[in-house]
T-cell receptor, first 115, second 113 residues
Framework: EAQVTQNPRYLITVTGKKLTVTCSQN?????MSWYRQDPGLGLRQIYY???????DKGDVPEGYKVSRKEKRNFPLILESPSPNQTSLYFC??????????????FGSGTRLTVV | AQSVTQLGSHVSVSEGALVLLRCNYS??????LFWYVQYPNQGLQLLLK??????LVKGINGFEAEFKKSETSFHLTKPSAHMSDAAEYFC???????????FGSGTKLNVKP
């Protein structure tokens, strides 16, 4: 089954304790992205990657890191989490369409709480 | 930068009534356009997409959307609402020859019995 797998689904952590949210896709997609979803703010892009070793900042990259060492994996790293990073996080992947990005396939989400 | 406007953060319809969710985009170049649905505690699922072929696009679950270049709109419709359609709906835009994907702020659809 074609899918994007995120782990964990739920995570509660303390301020300053480094964490990684994993994301893996099995569709051989070039394009992967991380979003956070907050009430009233919709989805905001954190980072995206056009291909292996190619990453770029989205609209809200502060406090986050990513890496793309393999095509299928795109982990999200919070080096020193803070309470304002409490949110629902989605990983998504896509293939190219023409000169743009085709529709995303989304993971099921990770609900992160930083206390 | 592109912007996507969804009019109405909450829309309520009766079961069996027409569903109309509005989406307008700002690009002067026709982009690729998408509608997603998010059910509670789930990720987003692609409903339909417009990629410069037919302007009337049919999607899953009886939804369709029409691309109107003159109005820069891509409104989502369904002739007859079902209780299972209650969810949040997001319009999104991908610009041609660009690597960004923009989401609207979402519209929560409530379906009354």
């Amino acid at each position: 089954e074609a899918q994007v797998t995120q782990n964990p689904r739920y995570l509660i952590t303390v301020t300053g304790k480094k964490l990684t949210v994993t994301c893996s896709q099995n569709m051989n997609h070039e394009y992967m992205s991380w979003y956070r979803q907050d009430p009233g703010l919709g989805l905001r892009q954190i980072y995206y990657s056009m291909n292996v070793e190619v990453t770029d900042k989205g609209d809200v990259p502060e406090g986050y890191k990513v890496s793309r060492k393999e095509k299928r994996n795109f982990p999200l790293i919070l080096e020193s989490p803070s309470p304002n990073q409490t949110s629902l996080y989605f990983c998504a992947s896509s293939s190219r369409i023409g000169q743009g990005v085709d529709g995303y396939t989304f993971g099921s989400g990770t609900r992160l709480t930083v206390v | 930068a592109q912007s996507v406007t969804q009019l109405g953060s909450h829309v309520s319809v009766s079961e069996g009534a027409l569903v109309l969710l509005r989406c307008n985009y700002s690009s002067s170049v026709p982009p690729y356009l998408f509608w997603y649905v998010q059910y509670p505690n789930q990720g987003l699922q692609l409903l339909l997409k417009y990629t410069s072929a037919a302007t009337l696009v049919k999607g899953i679950n009886g939804f369709e959307a029409e691309f109107k270049k003159s109005e820069t709109s891509f409104h989502l419709t369904k002739p007859s609402a079902h209780m299972s359609d209650a969810a949040e709906y997001f319009c999104a835009v991908s610009e041609y020859n660009f690597n960004k994907f923009y989401f609207g702020s979402g519209t929560k659809l409530n379906v009354k019995p």
